[in-house]
């Protein structure tokens, strides 16, 4: 069973920048993508950026431009890159994995680490 730690978040004044990371452990070898997903208040949880091992990527439009989403495998961690941060970011921010082949996969999430975005 894969277990997701993410790391990074904080607050941060709008136009700053954060990093998040998410390591993953237990049965990483079957990892066939991980993602990031947010969720702000009164809102349902959103897809971020997403990249597979077959290097697919993608992104919410909202954030296009200004997040980086990238992946170190030796580490099994995925990292995002935040960049001109604005409070419309302000959430809490949820590492995914989708474990096993592509026909047969299942979701683990993370715990999320909370990002504000505010002066």
């Known amino acids: 069973q894969v277990q997701l730690v993410e790391s990074g978040g904080g607050l941060v004044q709008p136009g700053g920048s954060l990093r998040l990371s998410c390591a993953a452990s237990?049965?990483?070898?079957?990892?066939?993508?991980m993602g990031w997903y947010r969720q702000a208040p009164g809102k349902e949880r959103e897809m971020v950026a997403v990249t597979s091992k077959d290097d697919y990527t993608n992104y919410a439009d909202s954030v296009k431009d200004r997040f980086t989403i990238s992946r170190d495998t030796a580490k099994s961690t995925v990292y995002l890159q935040m960049n001109n941060l604005k409070p419309e970011d302000t959430a809490v921010y949820y590492c995914?994995?989708?474990?096993?082949?592509?026909?047969?996969?299942?979701?683990?999430w993370g715990k999320g680490t909370l990002v504000t975005v505010s002066s």
């Open positions: 995914q994995a989708l474990v096993g082949p592509p026909n047969y996969l299942m979701d683990y």
């Open positions: 237990g049965g990483t070898y079957a990892i066939y993508a």
